[in-house]
Nanobody, 121 residues
Framework: QVQLVESGGGLVQPGGSMRVSCAAS????????MGWYRQSPGKQRELVAT???????NYGDSVKGRFTISRDNAKNTVDLQMNSLKPEDTAVYYC???????????????WGQGTQVTVSS
């Protein structure tokens, strides 16, 4: 069984910074892509950023230049550093990982429970 647990989030003023983290635990052989997605009320879940096991990154257009994704392969964690936050960044942020639970097992898609980020004065 694999579990993703997110931490961080909360209330921040416009222009401020915040860091959210996600840790995977359980039966893990390897992790392929790690990523962050977000969803605000009335909108579809959207890509924020992804990072491969080799460190290649991809960002949604709305966060490029402001957000940075990073991972620690030894700890099975992924972080999202968010700078210059705007009210439109307000959303529930979800982490996602593609995990092989054992040697020879196919990849499974896991999601965290979500953490609320609110940008408001």
């Amino acid at each position: 069984q694999v579990q993703l647990v997110e931490s961080g989030g909360g209330l921040v003023q416009p222009g401020g910074s915040m860091r959210v983290s996600c840790a995977a635990s359980g039966s893990i052989f390897s992790i392929n892509v790690m990523g962050w997605y977000r969803q605000s009320p009335g909108k579809q879940r959207e890509l924020v950023a992804t990072i491969t096991s080799g460190g290649s990154t991809n960002y949604g257009d709305s966060v490029k230049g402001r957000f940075t994704i990073s991972r620690d392969n030894a700890k099975n964690t992924v972080d999202l550093q968010m700078n210059s936050l705007k009210p439109e960044d307000t959303a529930v942020y979800y982490c996602r990982m593609g995990i092989h639970p054992g040697l020879g097992y196919r990849e499974y898609d896991y999601w965290g429970q979500g953490t609320q980020v609110t940008v408001s004065s």
